[in-house]
C-alpha cells in the first residue's frame, strides 16, 4: 500500500515464494508508466510474458532433481504450496523365483515365531516367559508363561478349549475354561498357527489359562498428521476388460481428479490429491474361475492391461499412483505377490507417476525433514474371507460386510494371514513376508467389493470399494459390491470422506438387472 501496489487474493495462491517484486514493481512502472496499479495474473503476463506460468517448474521435474528438500506443486492455482518429497517404497518384495522345499517352510515358520516372540516379550506379563521344554520342571499350581505358535484347537467334551501350542523346543496342551467368560471368547477366535501369549498355572503335563496375549498394536501408537492439507484417495478392484465395468462412472473419477467434476468444493479437495492408492485386481484376467469368458469384454490379458494403461495415463501426473496385484492379476497367486510383468503390462512402466509394488508392500508417502510422514501398507485381502468364515466373532457380526472388523482382527495377530490354510503363500526362510512388524498409519485393502472406513489404535482402515456391478460369480458367492465409492485421506487432519461416483441408474445388484431385462 505504500508503494501504490495492489495484489489480487487469487494471485498470492499462484505466485512462488521467491518472485522478485521489486524487479516487478520496477519494470511494472516502466510500461505502464503509473505508480498505482493492481497486480493481477493479467499484468504479470503483460510484464513478464505469455508463458511465464508455463515456466514454474513441475513437481515431477523436481522429483527428479538431486534437490528433494521441498517441491512446488504442479497445479498453477497452488504455486505458493509446498508438498514433502513424494513416494519412498519401505517394503516390497522382490525376490526371483526359485525351488522350494519342506525345509523352507519349517524355516519360514521358525522365523514367524520368533518375530512374534520379541514383540510378545515386551509385555510386562511375559517378560518371565520361559521355554515350553522347562515347564516340565515346574511344579503343579505354579505360575507360569509361554509363547508358541497354535499347533491345533479343539473342543472339549465338556464345552471346554483345548489348544496346542508349540515352541522350538517342545509341545504342550493349554486348557481354556469355559467359565473364563472373557478368555474363553478370545480363545474361540483363535486360529491355527498364529503366535500367542499364555501365562496361568501348571496341571499335569497341561497349562490351565488364566491369560491370553496376542501381539497386537501398543496402546500408545502415535497419530501422525501432516502439517499442510494433502489428499490421499484409495481405490481398488477395477476390473479391466469385464462387461460389468461401470466405465462411465469412472471417468467421472478421472475427471474429477483433472479438476474437471464436482462441486467448487469437490475441485477444491482434487486440487489437493497427492496420491493414489489402487490396491489389486487391476484386470479382470483370464481362467480366474468357471465359465469367466462369458463375462468378458475383453478376451487377451495383454489388451487388458494396454486397456488400464489407457486409463492411468489420463491420471494428471503430478498425483502419484501407488500400485499392487491381486489374484485377478497376472502375477503368481501365491503371496507374497511380485510386481507387475514388465512384457505383459510393460504399459505400466511407461507411466513416470506410477510406483509399482509387490502384494503386500509397506509405502512411505509425503516425509519431509521435519515431518516422518505416513507408512501404508498395501495388501489386497485374498486372506480375508477365511477369516469372516473361521473367526465366530467375525462371522456372527456380518462376516465379509465387516471387512474393518477383519483387518482389526489381523492387526491384533499383527500377520495378514497367520492360518495355513487361509492363503496361498510362498514360503521365505530369509522371512515371513505377510507379518505386520512394521506399524502402519494407514492400512488399505480391497478384494471384498466393500467400502468401509475405521480406526484402530490410530490406524486408518479403509477397505476401498470396486468398480463393477455384481456378476453372476459374485452372486454365488455371497459378494454384494458396493461399487464407485471413493475414500479421500486428508493428510492433515486424518478425517476420511467417501466420494459416490455412481450414476443413479445403474443396476449394482444381478437380480435388478435380470429384472430389468
Known amino acids: 500500500m505504500e508503494k501504490g501496489i495492489l495484489i489480487s487474493s487469487e494471485l498470492l495462491e499462484k505466485l512462488p515464494q521467491d518472485f522478485d517484486h521489486l ?146 523346543t517342545g509341545v504342550i496342551m493349554v486348557l481354556v475354561n469355559k467359565t473364563k467368560e472373557e478368555i474363553f471368547n478370545l480363545a474361540k477366535d483363535i486360529v491355527n498357527d498364529e503366535v500367542i501369549g499364555v501365562s496361568g498355572a501348571m496341571g499335569k503335563n497341561i497349562l490351565f489359562c488364566n491369560s491370553l496375549y496376542f501381539p497386537d498394536i501398543p496402546l500408545n501408537h502415535e497419530l501422525k498428521k501432516s502439517p499442510d492439507e494433502a489428499y490421499a484417495v484409495f481405490i481398488s ?13 469412472f471417468l467421472k473419477f478421472i475427471a474429477w481428479l483433472k479438476g474437471e467434476f464436482g462441486n467448487e468444493i469437490h475441485r477444491e479437495i482434487a486440487r489437493k490429491v497427492k496420491y493414489l492408492f489402487i490396491t489389486g485386481d487391476i484386470v479382470e484376467g483370464i481362467g480366474i474361475y468357471p465359465g469367466q469368458e462369458e463375462d468378458l469384454e475383453i478376451k487377451d490379458i495383454y489388451e487388458q492391461y494396454e486397456e488400464a494403461t489407457k486409463y492411468f495415463k489420463m491420471i494428471p501426473e503430478n498425483i502419484q499412483i501407488i500400485i499392487c496385484a491381486g489374484n485377478h492379476d497376472a502375477v503368481r497367486m501365491s503371496e507374497p505377490q511380485p510386481k507387475f510383468d514388465k512384457h505383459i503390462s510393460k504399459g505400466f512402466y511407461e507411466i513416470p507417476n506410477l510406483n509399482i509394488v509387490s502384494n503386500p508392500a509397506i509405502v512411505n508417502i509425503h516425509s519431509s525433514e521435519n515431518f516422518p510422514g505416513f507408512n501404508i501398507l498395501m495388501y489386497h485381502g485374498f486372506s480375508f474371507p477365511y477369516y469372516a468364515d473361521n473367526v465366530p466373532s467375525l462371522r456372527n457380526a456380518g462376516g465379509i ?117
Open 23 to 168: 524487479n516487478f514493481f520496477n519494470q511494472a512502472t516502466k510500461k505502464l508508466n503509473s505508480k498505482l496499479f493492481v497486480i493481477n495474473e493479467n499484468l504479470i503476463k503483460e510484464v513478464l510474458g505469455d508463458k511465464y506460468f508455463d515456466n514454474i517448474p513441475t513437481e515431477q521435474e523436481i522429483i527428479n532433481s538431486d534437490d528433494t528438500a521441498s517441491i512446488i506443486v504442479s497445479d498453477k492455482q497452488y504455486f505458493n504450496k509446498t508438498v514433502y518429497p513424494s513416494v519412498k517404497i519401505i517394503k516390497s518384495y522382490n525376490e526371483e523365483e526359485q525351488k522350494r522345499d519342506v525345509q523352507c517352510f519349517v524355516n519360514h515358520f521358525k522365523n514367524r515365531y520368533e518375530v512374534m516372540r520379541k514383540i510378545l516379550i515386551s509385555r510386562q506379563d511375559l517378560q518371565e516367559s520361559v521355554s515350553i521344554i522347562r515347564l516340565s520342571r515346574k511344579n503343579e499350581r505354579e505360575k507360569v508363561s509361554v509363547i508358541g505358535i497354535v499347533l491345533d484347537k479343539q473342543e472339549t467334551k465338556n464345552g471346554n478349549i483345548k489348544l496346542t501350542i508349540e515352541d522350538p
Open 237 to 249: 478392484d477395477i476390473h479391466f476388460g469385464i462387461k460389468n465395468f461401470i466405465s462411465t462412472d
Open 401 to 517: 460386510f465387516r471387512c474393518d472388523l477383519i483387518m482389526k482382527y489381523l492387526l491384533q495377530k499383527r500377520h495378514l494371514a497367520p492360518a495355513h490354510g487361509s492363503n496361498q503363500y510362498i514360503p521365505d526362510p530369509r522371512g515371513d513376508n505377510l507379518i505386520i512388524d512394521l506399524i502402519p498409519d494407514v492400512f488399505v485393502s480391497g478384494h471384498l467389493h466393500q467400502i468401509t472406513v475405521s480406526n484402530y489404535r490410530n490406524i486408518t482402515l479403509i477397505n476401498s470399494a470396486c468398480w463393477v456391478v455384481q456378476s453372476a460369480d459374485n452372486a454365488k458367492r455371497g459378494i454384494v459390491p458396493n461399487p464407485a465409492k471413493v475414500p479421500i485421506l486428508n493428510l492433515k487432519t486424518r478425517q476420511v470422506k467417501i466420494m459416490n461416483f455412481l450414476s443413479d441408474d445403474v443396476k449394482v445388484l444381478l437380480s435388478e438387472r435380470i429384472g430389468v431385462i
